[in-house]
């Protein structure tokens, strides 16, 4: 069974900080997405790192897959209240893309 | 572009009563469809989803089903809702390594 765990949990940081939400397994995924929720709302895709060792950057936000595609690291920038909501990852099973095994969430509240 | 629609958005059922949930998506064809449940504040279950037209994979045995009458329509039922089923049910859509979710329907049974 794949499982994703993600940590931190929970995170309360002050506005302008720096941090890193991890993203692991023991299973290796052919591809793997990035989410934030806001409550009451479905998830909405940041982006996809599809090979081994990607790093993608979107505005304040950097991405990066594991070499070995097992892992995955969102690290966040001087970070905004706007940063705040649930961070989702997920991995499409290696033996095909049908299937999509999510994290287990990191909850972020950026205080002005 | 494409879109998907969930419906209703909010959901107070009895305890024994039927469930009809309804998710459609539009500007793309033979998209591969997908039902999760979301605990609060936490990841998403995967219940079930869809490659084509009649297709369905289960992933949890549980009280609830799933059918896709259309190329673009996918549907969760229950005949007896359990407590157990509340929650926050997300419909999305996939494509290649992407996928899209619904506003989600929130539902509570009593």
């Known amino acids: 069974t794949q499982l994703l765990e993600q940590s931190p949990q929970f995170l309360s940081i002050q506005e302008g900080e720096n941090l890193t939400v991890y993203c692991n397994s023991s299973?290796?995924?052919?591809?793997l997405q990035w989410y934030r929720q806001e409550p009451g709302e479905g998830p909405v895709l940041l982006v996809t790192v599809v090979t081994g060792g990607e790093v993608k950057k979107l505005k304040r936000l950097t991405f990066q897959f594991g070499d070995a595609r097992k892992d995955s690291s969102l690290h966040i920038t001087a970070a905004q209240p706007g940063d705040t909501g649930l961070y989702l990852c997920?991995?499409?099973?290696?033996?095909?893309?049908?299937?999509?095994?999510f994290g287990t969430g990191t909850r972020l509240k950026v205080l002005a | 572009s494409q879109t998907i629609h969930q419906w209703p958005a909010t959901l107070v059922q009895p305890v024994g009563s039927p469930l009809s949930l309804e998710c459609t998506v539009e500007?793309?064809?033979?998209?591969?469809l997908y039902w999760y449940r979301q605990a609060a504040g936490r990841g998403l279950q995967l219940l079930f989803y869809?490659?084509?037209?009649?297709?369905i994979s289960s992933e949890v045995p549980q009280n609830l089903s799933a059918s896709r009458p259309q190329d673009r329509q996918f549907i969760l039922s229950s005949k007896k809702l359990l407590l157990s089923d509340s929650g926050f049910y997300l419909c999305?859509?996939?494509?290649?390594?992407?996928?899209?979710f619904g506003p989600g329907t929130r539902l509570t049974v009593t």
């Open positions: 999305a859509w996939s494509v290649l390594n992407e996928q899209y």
């Open positions: 500007g793309t064809s033979n998209p591969n």
């Open positions: 299973s290796v995924f052919s591809s």
């Open positions: 997920a991995g499409a099973g290696d033996s095909g893309t049908y299937k999509y095994i």
């Open positions: 869809s490659v084509g037209i009649g297709q």
